[in-house]
Protein backbone atom coordinates (compact mmCIF):
# COMPACT_ATOMS: atom_id res chain seq x y z
CA UNK A 1 0.00 0.00 0.00
CA UNK A 2 1.24 3.30 -0.81
CA UNK A 3 1.96 6.51 1.53
CA UNK A 4 0.48 9.52 1.60
CA UNK A 5 3.05 12.44 -0.67
CA UNK A 6 5.03 14.78 1.73
CA UNK A 7 3.45 17.79 0.09
CA UNK A 8 -0.47 15.98 1.18
CA UNK A 9 1.14 15.94 4.99
CA UNK A 10 2.68 19.39 4.63
CA UNK A 11 -1.07 20.39 3.33
CA UNK A 12 -2.82 18.88 5.84
CA UNK A 13 -0.29 19.82 8.86
CA UNK A 14 -1.21 24.09 7.63
CA UNK A 15 -4.96 23.13 7.64
CA UNK A 16 -4.96 21.61 11.31
CA UNK A 17 -5.12 24.67 12.64
CA UNK A 18 -6.87 24.94 16.44
CA UNK A 19 -9.75 27.21 15.55
CA UNK A 20 -13.32 25.35 16.36
CA UNK A 21 -14.79 23.45 13.14
CA UNK A 22 -18.23 24.91 13.71
CA UNK A 23 -19.06 28.76 14.77
CA UNK A 24 -19.71 28.74 18.61
CA UNK A 25 -23.23 29.97 18.09
CA UNK A 26 -24.21 26.83 17.18
CA UNK A 27 -23.97 25.87 21.17
CA UNK A 28 -25.57 28.88 22.24
CA UNK A 29 -28.62 27.38 23.01
CA UNK A 30 -26.11 25.33 26.38
CA UNK A 31 -25.81 28.35 27.60
CA UNK A 32 -29.13 29.46 27.78
CA UNK A 33 -29.99 26.77 29.80
CA UNK A 34 -30.23 26.94 33.67
CA UNK A 35 -27.24 26.14 35.60
CA UNK A 36 -29.29 25.15 38.74
CA UNK A 37 -30.38 21.26 36.84
CA UNK A 38 -26.76 20.45 35.22
CA UNK A 39 -28.85 17.31 33.66
CA UNK A 40 -30.82 19.52 31.67
CA UNK A 41 -27.80 20.75 30.10
CA UNK A 42 -26.83 17.10 29.67
CA UNK A 43 -30.51 16.71 27.71
CA UNK A 44 -29.99 19.65 25.35
CA UNK A 45 -26.22 17.93 24.10
CA UNK A 46 -28.61 14.72 23.67
CA UNK A 47 -31.47 16.49 21.47
CA UNK A 48 -28.73 18.18 19.03
CA UNK A 49 -26.76 14.92 17.83
CA UNK A 50 -28.55 13.29 15.08
CA UNK A 51 -26.95 10.12 13.55
CA UNK A 52 -25.74 10.53 9.94
CA UNK A 53 -28.22 8.76 6.93
CA UNK A 54 -27.37 7.24 3.93
CA UNK A 55 -28.17 6.38 0.49
CA UNK A 56 -29.99 3.28 -0.01
CA UNK A 57 -27.09 2.19 -2.11
CA UNK A 58 -24.69 -0.99 -1.47
CA UNK A 59 -21.44 -2.30 -2.66
CA UNK A 60 -20.58 -5.71 -1.81
CA UNK A 61 -16.99 -6.00 -1.34
CA UNK A 62 -16.62 -9.44 -2.77
CA UNK A 63 -17.95 -7.91 -5.99
CA UNK A 64 -15.02 -5.75 -6.24
CA UNK A 65 -12.53 -9.01 -5.65
CA UNK A 66 -12.50 -9.41 -2.31
CA UNK A 67 -12.56 -13.11 -0.67
CA UNK A 68 -14.15 -14.38 2.51
CA UNK A 69 -11.18 -16.60 3.12
CA UNK A 70 -9.47 -15.43 5.85
CA UNK A 71 -6.17 -15.12 3.73
CA UNK A 72 -6.71 -13.63 0.74
CA UNK A 73 -6.01 -9.62 1.15
CA UNK A 74 -8.62 -7.72 0.24
CA UNK A 75 -7.55 -3.60 1.09
CA UNK A 76 -7.75 -2.86 -2.24
CA UNK A 77 -10.85 -4.65 -3.32
CA UNK A 78 -12.09 -2.82 0.07
CA UNK A 79 -10.80 0.35 -0.91
CA UNK A 80 -12.04 -0.02 -4.42
CA UNK A 81 -15.71 -0.93 -2.96
CA UNK A 82 -15.38 2.47 -0.56
CA UNK A 83 -14.08 4.61 -3.80
CA UNK A 84 -16.97 3.71 -5.88
CA UNK A 85 -19.73 4.23 -3.13
CA UNK A 86 -18.48 7.62 -2.78
CA UNK A 87 -17.98 8.45 -6.30
CA UNK A 88 -22.20 7.24 -6.45
CA UNK A 89 -22.51 9.87 -3.81
CA UNK A 90 -22.92 6.93 -1.03
CA UNK A 91 -24.40 4.18 0.88
CA UNK A 92 -23.41 0.63 2.62
CA UNK A 93 -19.84 -0.77 1.77
CA UNK A 94 -21.07 -4.43 2.54
CA UNK A 95 -18.45 -7.13 4.18
CA UNK A 96 -20.90 -9.93 3.86
CA UNK A 97 -20.71 -13.33 5.67
CA UNK A 98 -16.88 -14.70 5.73
CA UNK A 99 -13.95 -13.59 7.17
CA UNK A 100 -11.81 -10.69 5.23
CA UNK A 101 -8.05 -10.14 6.10
CA UNK A 102 -7.18 -6.55 4.99
CA UNK A 103 -4.64 -3.68 6.03
CA UNK A 104 -5.53 -0.14 6.76
CA UNK A 105 -9.15 0.98 5.75
CA UNK A 106 -9.72 4.39 4.91
CA UNK A 107 -13.03 5.57 4.88
CA UNK A 108 -14.49 8.86 2.88
CA UNK A 109 -17.56 10.68 3.30
CA UNK A 110 -20.63 9.46 2.49
CA UNK A 111 -19.72 5.52 3.36
CA UNK A 112 -21.50 3.31 5.91
CA UNK A 113 -19.01 0.32 5.83
CA UNK A 114 -21.73 -1.85 7.30
CA UNK A 115 -20.42 -5.80 8.62
CA UNK A 116 -23.39 -8.39 8.69
CA UNK A 117 -24.07 -11.05 11.50
CA UNK A 118 -21.20 -13.40 10.42
CA UNK A 119 -18.99 -10.98 9.16
CA UNK A 120 -15.13 -10.40 10.54
CA UNK A 121 -13.23 -8.12 9.22
CA UNK A 122 -9.66 -9.36 10.01
CA UNK A 123 -6.61 -7.02 10.11
CA UNK A 124 -3.11 -7.58 9.14
CA UNK A 125 -0.08 -7.80 11.68
CA UNK A 126 1.69 -7.14 8.85
CA UNK A 127 2.86 -3.16 9.74
CA UNK A 128 3.87 -1.94 6.64
CA UNK A 129 0.12 -2.39 6.02
CA UNK A 130 -0.59 0.72 7.76
CA UNK A 131 0.73 3.79 5.98
CA UNK A 132 1.83 7.31 7.42
CA UNK A 133 -1.26 9.37 8.02
CA UNK A 134 -1.62 12.91 9.89
CA UNK A 135 -2.78 11.25 13.42
CA UNK A 136 -2.14 11.60 17.20
CA UNK A 137 -0.31 9.15 19.53
CA UNK A 138 -1.25 9.29 23.58
CA UNK A 139 -2.42 12.65 22.55
CA UNK A 140 0.49 13.58 20.41
CA UNK A 141 0.02 14.87 16.93
CA UNK A 142 2.32 12.78 14.46
CA UNK A 143 2.87 11.17 11.07
CA UNK A 144 2.49 8.00 11.94
CA UNK A 145 0.87 4.48 11.04
CA UNK A 146 -2.89 4.67 10.06
CA UNK A 147 -5.22 3.33 11.96
CA UNK A 148 -7.15 0.16 11.37
CA UNK A 149 -9.74 1.97 9.95
CA UNK A 150 -8.79 5.97 9.71
CA UNK A 151 -10.79 8.76 7.90
CA UNK A 152 -9.28 12.35 7.95
CA UNK A 153 -11.61 15.32 7.30
CA UNK A 154 -14.65 13.44 6.48
CA UNK A 155 -18.59 13.79 6.90
CA UNK A 156 -21.55 11.56 6.99
CA UNK A 157 -19.50 8.47 7.94
CA UNK A 158 -20.23 5.37 9.66
CA UNK A 159 -19.10 1.81 10.61
CA UNK A 160 -22.33 -0.37 11.53
CA UNK A 161 -23.74 -4.02 11.74
CA UNK A 162 -23.15 -6.93 14.16
CA UNK A 163 -20.07 -8.06 12.69
CA UNK A 164 -16.55 -8.16 14.21
CA UNK A 165 -13.73 -6.59 14.18
CA UNK A 166 -10.70 -8.42 14.53
CA UNK A 167 -7.04 -6.48 15.32
CA UNK A 168 -5.39 -9.75 15.88
CA UNK A 169 -2.82 -8.38 17.94
CA UNK A 170 -1.42 -10.38 21.12
CA UNK A 171 1.70 -10.19 22.67
CA UNK A 172 3.75 -11.87 19.49
CA UNK A 173 2.25 -8.88 17.39
CA UNK A 174 1.40 -5.71 17.90
CA UNK A 175 1.28 -5.79 21.93
CA UNK A 176 5.19 -6.66 22.06
CA UNK A 177 5.81 -3.30 21.19
CA UNK A 178 5.05 -2.47 24.56
CA UNK A 179 5.42 -5.20 27.16
CA UNK A 180 2.80 -5.42 29.47
CA UNK A 181 3.31 -3.58 32.78
CA UNK A 182 3.91 -0.32 34.30
CA UNK A 183 6.89 0.86 32.15
CA UNK A 184 7.08 1.27 27.97
CA UNK A 185 9.16 -1.55 26.49
CA UNK A 186 12.43 -0.63 25.05
CA UNK A 187 11.32 -1.12 21.59
CA UNK A 188 8.72 1.68 22.28
CA UNK A 189 10.03 3.96 24.65
CA UNK A 190 12.94 6.03 22.57
CA UNK A 191 9.99 6.90 20.20
CA UNK A 192 7.78 8.19 22.88
CA UNK A 193 10.54 9.80 24.32
CA UNK A 194 11.41 11.69 20.95
CA UNK A 195 7.90 12.37 20.12
CA UNK A 196 7.28 14.31 23.09
CA UNK A 197 10.72 16.42 23.07
CA UNK A 198 9.51 17.39 19.62
CA UNK A 199 6.41 18.61 20.57
CA UNK A 200 8.07 20.30 23.06
CA UNK A 201 9.88 22.21 20.72
CA UNK A 202 7.01 23.16 18.66
CA UNK A 203 8.30 21.04 15.85
CA UNK A 204 5.61 21.16 13.49
CA UNK A 205 3.68 18.13 12.60
CA UNK A 206 4.33 17.03 9.25
CA UNK A 207 7.95 16.86 10.50
CA UNK A 208 7.23 14.35 13.41
CA UNK A 209 7.69 11.62 10.76
CA UNK A 210 7.54 8.19 12.64
CA UNK A 211 5.86 4.78 11.16
CA UNK A 212 8.27 1.82 10.32
CA UNK A 213 10.74 0.63 12.95
CA UNK A 214 9.37 3.37 15.72
CA UNK A 215 7.01 0.74 17.65
CA UNK A 216 4.18 3.72 18.01
CA UNK A 217 1.20 1.38 17.78
CA UNK A 218 -2.20 2.41 15.74
CA UNK A 219 -5.57 2.83 17.28
CA UNK A 220 -8.13 0.44 16.41
CA UNK A 221 -10.80 2.96 14.73
CA UNK A 222 -9.55 7.31 14.28
CA UNK A 223 -12.18 9.36 12.48
CA UNK A 224 -9.92 12.87 12.77
CA UNK A 225 -11.38 16.69 12.25
CA UNK A 226 -14.49 14.89 11.00
CA UNK A 227 -18.46 15.21 11.76
CA UNK A 228 -21.43 13.48 11.80
CA UNK A 229 -20.20 10.03 12.63
CA UNK A 230 -21.69 6.52 13.77
CA UNK A 231 -20.01 3.49 14.86
CA UNK A 232 -23.23 1.14 16.00
CA UNK A 233 -24.01 -2.30 16.72
CA UNK A 234 -20.23 -3.83 16.19
CA UNK A 235 -18.12 -5.56 18.22
CA UNK A 236 -14.59 -5.09 18.58
CA UNK A 237 -11.86 -7.53 19.68
CA UNK A 238 -7.57 -7.49 20.34
CA UNK A 239 -6.52 -4.05 19.42
CA UNK A 240 -3.20 -2.84 19.15
CA UNK A 241 -3.52 -0.08 21.24
CA UNK A 242 -7.30 2.42 22.14
CA UNK A 243 -10.04 0.84 20.26
CA UNK A 244 -12.37 4.01 19.42
CA UNK A 245 -10.56 7.33 19.33
CA UNK A 246 -12.63 10.17 17.57
CA UNK A 247 -10.11 13.38 17.81
CA UNK A 248 -11.67 16.84 17.14
CA UNK A 249 -14.86 15.70 15.48
CA UNK A 250 -18.40 16.92 16.24
CA UNK A 251 -21.80 14.89 16.35
CA UNK A 252 -20.61 11.47 17.23
CA UNK A 253 -22.99 9.05 17.97
CA UNK A 254 -21.41 5.43 19.36
CA UNK A 255 -23.89 2.97 20.24
CA UNK A 256 -24.16 -0.51 21.10
CA UNK A 257 -20.87 -1.24 20.10
CA UNK A 258 -18.79 -4.15 22.40
CA UNK A 259 -15.24 -3.84 23.04
CA UNK A 260 -13.18 -6.84 24.29
CA UNK A 261 -9.43 -6.11 24.56
CA UNK A 262 -6.83 -6.99 27.14
CA UNK A 263 -3.43 -6.04 25.74
CA UNK A 264 -1.67 -2.85 27.25
CA UNK A 265 -3.21 0.71 26.54
CA UNK A 266 -6.65 -0.97 25.46
CA UNK A 267 -8.69 1.69 26.27
CA UNK A 268 -12.28 0.96 25.20
CA UNK A 269 -13.44 4.41 24.22
CA UNK A 270 -11.32 7.95 23.90
CA UNK A 271 -12.49 10.79 21.93
CA UNK A 272 -9.92 13.09 21.79
CA UNK A 273 -11.20 17.41 21.85
CA UNK A 274 -14.15 16.22 20.12
CA UNK A 275 -17.43 18.23 20.65
CA UNK A 276 -21.09 16.55 21.56
CA UNK A 277 -20.78 13.12 21.70
CA UNK A 278 -23.12 10.71 22.80
CA UNK A 279 -21.86 7.09 23.91
CA UNK A 280 -24.89 5.01 25.00
CA UNK A 281 -25.69 0.69 24.98
CA UNK A 282 -21.92 -0.11 24.99
CA UNK A 283 -20.27 -2.95 27.08
CA UNK A 284 -16.68 -2.82 27.61
CA UNK A 285 -14.51 -5.69 28.60
CA UNK A 286 -11.02 -3.96 28.26
CA UNK A 287 -7.14 -4.20 29.49
CA UNK A 288 -7.53 -0.25 30.25
CA UNK A 289 -9.85 2.85 30.64
CA UNK A 290 -13.50 1.59 29.37
CA UNK A 291 -14.13 5.35 28.19
CA UNK A 292 -11.41 7.72 29.19
CA UNK A 293 -12.06 11.54 27.68
CA UNK A 294 -9.50 13.45 26.70
CA UNK A 295 -7.98 16.56 25.12
CA UNK A 296 -4.20 16.04 24.46
CA UNK A 297 -0.71 15.50 26.23
CA UNK A 298 1.05 18.76 27.50
CA UNK A 299 2.40 21.30 25.51
CA UNK A 300 0.85 19.73 22.28
CA UNK A 301 -2.04 19.51 23.79
CA UNK A 302 -2.10 23.17 25.01
CA UNK A 303 -1.01 23.95 21.23
CA UNK A 304 -3.78 22.50 19.63
CA UNK A 305 -5.95 24.03 22.79
CA UNK A 306 -9.64 22.30 22.20
CA UNK A 307 -11.25 20.42 24.94
CA UNK A 308 -13.59 17.41 25.14
CA UNK A 309 -16.92 19.21 25.90
CA UNK A 310 -20.74 17.79 25.84
CA UNK A 311 -20.27 14.02 25.98
CA UNK A 312 -23.15 12.10 27.45
CA UNK A 313 -22.61 8.42 28.70
CA UNK A 314 -25.66 6.49 29.76
CA UNK A 315 -26.79 2.77 30.12
CA UNK A 316 -23.52 1.49 29.52
CA UNK A 317 -21.48 -1.85 30.97
CA UNK A 318 -18.35 -1.88 32.63
CA UNK A 319 -16.20 -5.01 32.90
CA UNK A 320 -12.46 -4.87 33.18
CA UNK A 321 -10.73 -2.04 33.13
CA UNK A 322 -8.56 0.55 34.82
CA UNK A 323 -11.63 3.15 35.04
CA UNK A 324 -15.29 2.79 34.29
CA UNK A 325 -15.66 6.26 33.46
CA UNK A 326 -12.19 8.23 32.81
CA UNK A 327 -11.26 11.61 32.66
CA UNK A 328 -7.44 12.30 31.55
CA UNK A 329 -4.26 11.73 31.59
CA UNK A 330 -3.76 13.48 28.40
CA UNK A 331 -6.08 16.51 29.57
CA UNK A 332 -4.51 19.45 28.34
CA UNK A 333 -6.76 21.27 26.78
CA UNK A 334 -9.60 20.57 29.33
CA UNK A 335 -12.85 18.78 29.75
CA UNK A 336 -16.40 20.06 30.10
CA UNK A 337 -19.97 19.10 29.98
CA UNK A 338 -19.16 15.46 30.75
CA UNK A 339 -22.53 13.25 32.20
CA UNK A 340 -22.79 9.82 32.85
CA UNK A 341 -25.52 7.79 33.58
CA UNK A 342 -27.78 4.86 34.36
CA UNK A 343 -24.29 2.30 33.67
CA UNK A 344 -23.56 -0.59 35.52
CA UNK A 345 -19.96 -1.62 36.27
CA UNK A 346 -18.55 -4.54 38.41
CA UNK A 347 -15.29 -6.71 38.29
CA UNK A 348 -12.83 -7.51 40.75
CA UNK A 349 -10.51 -6.12 37.79
CA UNK A 350 -12.05 -2.78 37.52
CA UNK A 351 -10.31 -0.10 39.66
CA UNK A 352 -12.95 2.64 39.69
CA UNK A 353 -15.83 3.79 39.03
CA UNK A 354 -15.67 7.57 38.07
CA UNK A 355 -12.11 8.70 37.62
CA UNK A 356 -10.14 12.03 36.95
CA UNK A 357 -6.24 11.74 36.32
CA UNK A 358 -3.89 14.90 36.00
CA UNK A 359 -0.86 16.59 37.27
CA UNK A 360 0.97 20.00 37.15
CA UNK A 361 2.33 19.12 33.72
CA UNK A 362 -0.80 17.99 31.90
CA UNK A 363 -2.78 20.96 32.99
CA UNK A 364 -6.32 21.73 31.77
CA UNK A 365 -9.65 22.79 33.45
CA UNK A 366 -12.11 20.06 33.96
CA UNK A 367 -15.57 21.11 34.70
CA UNK A 368 -19.17 20.13 35.02
CA UNK A 369 -18.98 16.73 35.38
CA UNK A 370 -21.92 14.83 36.84
CA UNK A 371 -22.52 11.01 37.25
CA UNK A 372 -26.39 9.74 38.36
CA UNK A 373 -27.90 6.22 39.06
CA UNK A 374 -24.71 3.97 38.29
CA UNK A 375 -24.30 0.77 40.00
CA UNK A 376 -21.23 -0.78 41.35
CA UNK A 377 -20.84 -4.19 42.00
CA UNK A 378 -17.44 -3.94 42.77
CA UNK A 379 -14.13 -1.74 42.06
CA UNK A 380 -10.97 -2.68 43.35
CA UNK A 381 -9.65 1.07 44.56
CA UNK A 382 -12.08 3.80 45.05
CA UNK A 383 -15.97 4.30 43.37
CA UNK A 384 -14.74 8.18 42.90
CA UNK A 385 -11.14 8.87 42.28
CA UNK A 386 -9.65 12.49 42.03
CA UNK A 387 -5.87 12.04 41.81
CA UNK A 388 -3.47 15.40 40.49
CA UNK A 389 -0.31 13.06 41.55
CA UNK A 390 -0.83 10.71 38.41
CA UNK A 391 2.48 9.88 37.03
CA UNK A 392 4.90 13.22 36.95
CA UNK A 393 2.80 14.55 39.75
CA UNK A 394 3.46 18.38 40.81
CA UNK A 395 6.34 18.11 38.73
CA UNK A 396 5.49 20.91 35.80
CA UNK A 397 4.27 24.68 35.93
CA UNK A 398 0.18 24.32 34.51
CA UNK A 399 -1.44 23.55 37.94
CA UNK A 400 -4.38 21.75 36.90
CA UNK A 401 -8.11 22.58 38.22
CA UNK A 402 -11.09 20.14 38.42
CA UNK A 403 -14.10 21.96 39.62
CA UNK A 404 -18.00 21.34 39.87
CA UNK A 405 -18.02 17.77 40.13
CA UNK A 406 -21.13 16.04 41.40
CA UNK A 407 -21.94 12.32 42.09
CA UNK A 408 -25.77 11.67 42.63
CA UNK A 409 -27.24 8.43 43.56
CA UNK A 410 -24.24 5.90 42.70
CA UNK A 411 -24.57 2.71 44.82
CA UNK A 412 -21.64 0.63 45.34
CA UNK A 413 -21.08 -2.79 47.03
CA UNK A 414 -17.40 -3.66 47.75
CA UNK A 415 -14.33 -1.36 47.43
CA UNK A 416 -11.58 -0.07 48.86
CA UNK A 417 -12.57 3.78 48.81
CA UNK A 418 -15.40 5.30 48.93
CA UNK A 419 -13.76 8.60 47.72
CA UNK A 420 -9.96 8.80 47.11
CA UNK A 421 -9.63 13.13 46.07
CA UNK A 422 -5.91 14.04 46.54
CA UNK A 423 -4.98 17.65 45.12
CA UNK A 424 -2.48 20.45 45.76
CA UNK A 425 -2.51 22.05 49.23
CA UNK A 426 -1.47 25.14 47.05
CA UNK A 427 -3.90 24.16 44.04
CA UNK A 428 -6.91 22.28 45.11
CA UNK A 429 -10.00 20.57 43.88
CA UNK A 430 -12.84 22.51 44.48
CA UNK A 431 -16.45 21.98 44.66
CA UNK A 432 -17.34 18.38 44.89
CA UNK A 433 -20.66 16.89 45.69
CA UNK A 434 -22.00 13.72 46.73
CA UNK A 435 -25.70 13.26 47.11
CA UNK A 436 -27.86 10.36 48.03
CA UNK A 437 -25.46 7.78 47.99
CA UNK A 438 -24.53 4.03 49.06
CA UNK A 439 -20.99 2.68 49.54
CA UNK A 440 -21.22 -0.97 51.50
CA UNK A 441 -18.35 -3.14 51.51
CA UNK A 442 -15.49 0.11 51.54
CA UNK A 443 -12.46 -1.38 53.40
CA UNK A 444 -10.33 2.11 54.04
CA UNK A 445 -11.52 5.34 55.70
CA UNK A 446 -11.49 8.04 52.69
CA UNK A 447 -8.39 9.28 51.53
CA UNK A 448 -9.55 13.36 51.27
CA UNK A 449 -6.46 15.78 50.52
CA UNK A 450 -6.29 19.27 49.34
CA UNK A 451 -10.34 19.81 48.49
CA UNK A 452 -12.21 23.48 48.94
CA UNK A 453 -15.66 22.73 48.77
CA UNK A 454 -16.72 18.95 49.55
CA UNK A 455 -20.32 17.96 50.15
CA UNK A 456 -21.84 14.66 51.07
CA UNK A 457 -25.24 14.89 51.45
CA UNK A 458 -27.27 11.57 52.48
CA UNK A 459 -24.35 9.55 51.93
CA UNK A 460 -23.64 6.28 53.67
CA UNK A 461 -20.49 4.33 53.80
CA UNK A 462 -21.05 0.74 55.66
CA UNK A 463 -24.37 1.89 56.89
CA UNK A 464 -23.15 5.00 58.62
CA UNK A 465 -24.32 8.54 57.58
CA UNK A 466 -21.45 10.69 56.61
CA UNK A 467 -23.33 14.23 55.68
CA UNK A 468 -20.99 16.90 55.95
CA UNK A 469 -19.77 20.65 54.40
CA UNK A 470 -16.32 21.48 53.85
Known amino acids: MSTYPRRKFLAHAAALAPAALLPRSVFALQAKVASADPWARADAIVKRIVAPKFAARDFDVTKFGAVGDGRANCTTAIAKAIAACRAAGGGRVVIP ?5 TGAIKLESGVNLHLAPKATLAFSSNSREYPLVYTRWEGT ?58 ASRGVPVADRVFGEGHYLRPN ?65 DTGDDCIALKSGRNDDGRRVNRPIENVVIRDCTMKDGHGGVVIGSEISGGARNIFAERCRMD ?12 NSVRGGIVEGICMRDVAVGQVAEAVVTIDFFYEEGDAGKYPPTVRDVEVRKVTSRKSQY ?15 RVVDCTFDGVEKADIVEAVKGLTLKNVRRNGQLLDQVR
Open 97 to 101: DGRFL
Open 141 to 198: ELMNHSAFIYAFETENIAVTGTGTLDGQADANTWWSWRAPGPQPSTRQAPARARLLEL
Open 220 to 284: FVQPYRSRNILIEGVTIINSPMWELNPVLCENVTIRNVSVRSHGPNNDGCDPECCRDVLIEGCTF
Open 347 to 358: SPQLDRALRIKT
Open 418 to 432: GLLLRGYTHDPITDV
